[in-house]
């Protein structure tokens, strides 16, 4: 998708502070994090959201999953975290390529919305 950020961030044609990198999964922390653990775990593929999930192999969105459960681990979020995916409009998905939020590091509220 030659206009899209996460995918221009995936190339490296805009920097990013990487976390983890495999053949399937890029994970970067975000820019304006909302917590003192804000990273985002992206499929290299480009799918807008959860919503177009079926159009990754089971062994990609696995590989996010997984991303997910190895960055919490290397940032000590043994305490716990939330994991958030933004799906169109009416959750204020901004960037259109499937991502999840990993955020940690301090007690969540307890309303999600
Ligand atoms: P969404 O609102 O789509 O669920 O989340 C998009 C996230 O991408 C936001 O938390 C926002 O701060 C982050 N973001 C937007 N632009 C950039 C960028 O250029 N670099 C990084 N690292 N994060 C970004
Ligand atoms: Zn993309």
Redesign the pocket.
């Known amino acids: 998708m030659e206009n899209c950020?996460?995918c221009k961030?995936i190339k490296g044609e805009?920097?990013?502070?990487k976390v983890l990198e495999n053949d399937q999964v890029y994970a970067?922390?975000?820019?304006?994090?909302?917590a003192p653990t804000?990273v985002?775990v992206v499929p290299k593929k480009h799918v807008s959201s959860v919503a177009e999930i079926d159009q990754l192999s089971d062994a990609e969105i696995a590989a996010c999953l997984k991303a997910v459960k190895q960055i919490a681990a290397e940032e000590s979020l043994s305490d716990g975290f939330r994991v958030?995916?933004?799906c169109g409009p009416d959750?204020?998905?901004?960037?259109?390529?499937l991502?999840f939020?990993i955020l940690g590091g301090r007690k969540m509220g307890d309303r999600m919305a």
């Open positions: 950020l996460f961030i805009i920097p990013s502070a970067f922390r975000d820019i304006n994090p909302q804000h985002l958030v995916s933004n959750a204020c998905q901004s960037v259109p390529h991502h939020h």
